[in-house]
């Protein structure tokens, strides 16, 4: 079938021959909005080195691009960093056609990979801290551990002052602009933080130590080229001041009110807390997920200071919406959030401390009791509602 796929160089020995895809909107739970890239790599040396695949549906992106520079039976190895299947899928299918010599992963990537895909005896585990020389060229290997998958590894190229970082510093932002230089700065960042907050967010403890493992290796990086989006070059400490900083959370002054309603109530509620957050010096940001996506609300917590959530009374229970994006943002593991609950109710009332239990499991620290309002609110009901904004302010200044 004939194609435009073709490869483009992003060093003097290295070729981009992922895929884009335009159209995802949806990743394990995650909202896409942007799509996305699975970022494959190819490097010419005396061992023809393909780092990385792509998503089984993407196989024909990944094999034409690799056919624009060469045929793909000369590969002669493949790295293998991450077996989530948007980098494995097409793996067993691209090693059927390409015959290499050995693929290489992590211990832990070639139990994973054998657990996916049967086991392979052409793959083959390297140890942590390795080398491969690939004739002129050495890929060094380091083992990232739960950054986000037990086989997570990164792979450095010296020599063209490469690092294949798998989903470490990526973000879902479709594009051709292969730089993140080449891309808008306020998308580039609003996608990392949403790809940190999506993904990375539950590892946050042991960032800062794998961030230290990588300076001690003394590797000279020059890029960053991860599994999804643009690669890092002129801004490298950029990003890695992000990790750093996105890992500690530092509270701000930002408080997230988080809510669904029934007949407007708790929406009255929402506004009326969200009031009294602005009239008292802080920054509120209110997310209906009648319209907001459980991604949306990860992505803006991370840089916030309070989380509150308001949801009415449903069958003695928390609306479905509230129960979703908590559990997942329960999974997440926020830090250093204060938070409170509120909502209307009919007769009995339950869904209030439910919420507050979230919180609780989410190490949130309570500062006041559930604000319950019954059936609509009063004009005192709102008073109390922009006092508890007015006292989160406080807490945040
Ligand atoms: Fe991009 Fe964890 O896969």
């Not at 230089?181 to 933080?193: G, K, L």
């Not at 946050?204 to 070059?233: M, N």
Request: net charge negative; proline share 5%; hydrophobic share 40%.
């Amino acid at each position: 079938m004939p194609s435009s796929f073709k490869a483009y160089p992003i060093s003097k020995h290295v070729y981009w021959v992922g895929a884009i895809d335009w159209g995802l909107r949806e990743f394990h739970g995650y909202s896409t909005s942007r799509g996305s890239t699975y970022n494959a790599y190819l490097v010419i040396d005396d061992k023809v080195t393909l780092i990385d695949t792509v998503k089984k549906s993407f196989e024909h992106e990944l094999m034409a691009r690799i056919s624009s520079v060469i045929d793909p039976g000369k590969i002669d190895y493949i790295i293998s960093n991450h077996s989530e299947m948007d980098h494995s899928g097409s793996l067993p299918s691209v090693i059927r056609k390409t015959r290499p010599e050995k693929v290489f992963a992590s211990k832990m990537g070639v139990k994973a990979l054998g657990a996916h895909f049967g086991s392979m005896d052409v793959v083959e585990a390297v140890e942590n801290g390795a080398s491969l020389s690939l004739g002129s060229k050495k890929l060094h290997f380091l083992e990232t551990r739960m950054l986000h998958w037990p086989d997570s590894m990164v792979s450095y190229l010296e020599g063209e002052r490469l690092l294949f970082s798998q989903d470490a510093f990526g973000m879902h932002l479709a594009t051709p602009r292969l730089f993140v230089d080449d891309n808008n700065w306020d998308v580039v960042r609003f996608e990392s933080a949403k790809y940190y907050a999506n993904i990375l967010l539950p590892y946050s403890q042991i960032i800062p130590k794998a961030l230290e493992k990588l300076q001690a290796t003394g590797w000279d990086i020059g890029i960053i080229a991860s599994d999804h989006g643009p690669f890092w070059r002129d801004d490298i400490s950029t990003i890695i001041d992000l990790y750093t900083q996105w890992s500690i959370q530092e509270p701000t002054n930002k408080a997230v009110i988080v809510y669904d309603t029934m007949w407007r109530s708790t929406e009255l509620m929402a506004h009326a807390i969200a009031d009294g957050i602005a009239d008292g010096g802080a920054v509120p940001v209110v997310l209906p997920l009648s319209s907001v996506s459980r991604s949306d609300v990860a992505t803006e917590i991370l840089e916030a200071g309070a989380l509150l959530v308001g949801s009415p009374t449903i069958n003695n229970n928390i609306f479905p919406s509230l129960a979703d994006t908590l559990t997942y943002l329960r999974g997440l593991k926020p830090k250093n959030l204060i938070g409170a609950a509120f909502g209307s109710y009919g007769w009995s009332g339950e869904a209030q401390n439910q919420l507050e239990d979230y919180l609780r499991e989410m190490n949130i620290e309570i500062v006041s009791d559930p604000l319950k309002v019954n059936y609509v609110p009063t004009s005192e009901n709102l008073t109390e509602c922009r006092n508890l904004g007015l006292s989160i302010a406080e807490k945040l200044s």
